[in-house]
């Protein structure tokens, strides 16, 4: 049996550039997992099988445990190999369509551990153009830690990890949709985009905390305005820094204390979902993302 850890990820940088031909928006972001996990269990099994814990998620083929599972099956049926199945259990912490890519790190550990527990042997070259067909935020959680995604988002490249003891996830209890997150941000801008600035790598936290942005913001508070309201909380509560992550509803904010994080927690209502994190860098990441139980 195998268990995984699937790790939530925000975005300390994203800027969107001109919507592509293909509907896709070339991108430059920063991303940073964070210690936030699902849980995943694998077993080999003479089927394919899916149980959810703790959320609504659709057990259907719109589920990217699935998606990523059969992926690889159809991989090992081209070499000819004999079909394997698997019993997955899957225990969601990760708030759904959050902005936190909880989907896409399920799917990037799900390749991973089948590929173990199946002894697939696939290399990790091939996992990742598996990953990325899946969804565009699949293929970073390859590496964990802070790492660069240009491209679709895709293309990554690990940097030298940003280490934040005290932040906070605040997601408002609405959802958004990326797609549509996606379509506003080309009405705002005729389809033209933001400057995608090169990547670079920073001396510490402070030199980012200077850079923090996301091109999504605007489009996002439109769709949804509690994401503001929550954003104003977060500033007016001490916070250091603030921003949405990915296309949203959840704000990250960094604290410079574990009492003004603890304060600030404790002034958020039920009708959001407030969770202490910290940074998890990639050396922590790679050890935890997959045990043999
Ligand atoms: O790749 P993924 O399935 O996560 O993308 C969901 C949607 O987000 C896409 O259908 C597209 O509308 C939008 N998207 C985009 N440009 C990207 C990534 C996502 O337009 N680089």
């Known amino acids: 049996m195998l268990?995984?850890?699937?790790?939530?990820?925000?975005?300390?940088?994203?800027?969107?550039?001109?919507?592509?031909?293909?509907?896709?928006?070339?991108?430059?972001?920063?991303?940073q997992t964070v210690s936030l996990y699902d849980q995943l269990w694998f077993e080999?099994?003479?089927?394919?099988?899916?149980?959810?814990?703790?959320?609504?998620?659709?057990?259907?083929?719109?589920?990217?445990?699935?998606?990523?599972?059969?992926?690889?099956?159809?991989?090992?049926?081209?070499?000819?190999r004999p079909d394997l199945g698997a019993s997955i259990r899957l225990e969601?912490?990760?708030?759904?369509?959050?902005?936190?890519?909880?989907g896409s790190a399920d799917a990037a550990v799900t390749l991973l551990a089948l590929n173990r527990l199946w002894d697939a042997k696939l290399d990790l070259k091939t996992l990742i153009a598996l990953g990325a067909q899946i969804g565009s935020d699949?293929?970073?959680f390859f590496y964990g830690g802070t790492a660069w995604g240009s491209g679709r988002g895709t293309e990554i490249t690990p940097v030298k990890d940003i280490s934040v003891?005290?932040?906070?996830?605040?997601?408002?209890?609405?959802?958004?949709?990326?797609?549509?997150?996606y379509s506003r941000f080309d009405e705002l801008t005729n389809c033209l985009g933001d400057a995608i600035l090169p990547t670079c790598s920073f001396l510490g936290s402070k030199q980012l905390f200077e850079q923090v942005r996301n091109s999504?913001?605007?489009?996002?508070?439109?769709?949804?305005?509690?994401?503001?309201?929550?954003?104003?909380?977060?500033?007016?509560?001490?916070?250091?820094?603030?921003?949405m992550s990915g296309s949203g509803a959840t704000v990250w904010a960094v604290f410079d204390s574990a009492e003004k994080r603890q304060e600030?927690?404790?002034?958020?209502?039920?009708?959001?979902?407030?969770?202490?994190?910290?940074?998890?860098?990639r050396d922590e990441y790679l050890q935890s993302v997959l045990i043999t139980a």
Do not use: C
């Open 216 to 243: 999504l913001s605007k489009a996002a508070h439109e769709l949804r305005p509690e994401i503001a309201v929550v954003e104003h909380q977060l500033k007016s509560l001490g916070a250091d820094v603030v921003s």
């Open 92 to 102: 969601k912490h990760i708030p759904l369509a959050a902005g936190l890519g909880g």
């Open 44 to 80: 080999t099994s003479d089927t394919l099988s899916l149980s959810i814990e703790g959320s609504t998620l659709p057990v259907d083929s719109s589920n990217l445990v699935l998606q990523a599972a059969r992926a690889l099956q159809t991989v090992l049926r081209q070499q000819r």
């Open 165 to 181: 003891p005290y932040m906070l996830l605040v997601n408002p209890k609405v959802s958004v949709s990326t797609a549509q997150a």
């Open 3 to 31: 268990k995984a850890r699937a790790y939530a990820k925000i975005n300390w940088i994203l800027d969107v550039g001109p919507r592509r031909a293909d509907g896709y928006h070339d991108l430059s972001t920063l991303f």
């Open 264 to 281: 600030a927690l404790q002034l958020f209502s039920d009708s959001t979902i407030a969770i202490p994190v910290s940074t998890v860098g």
């Open 138 to 140: 699949v293929p970073f």
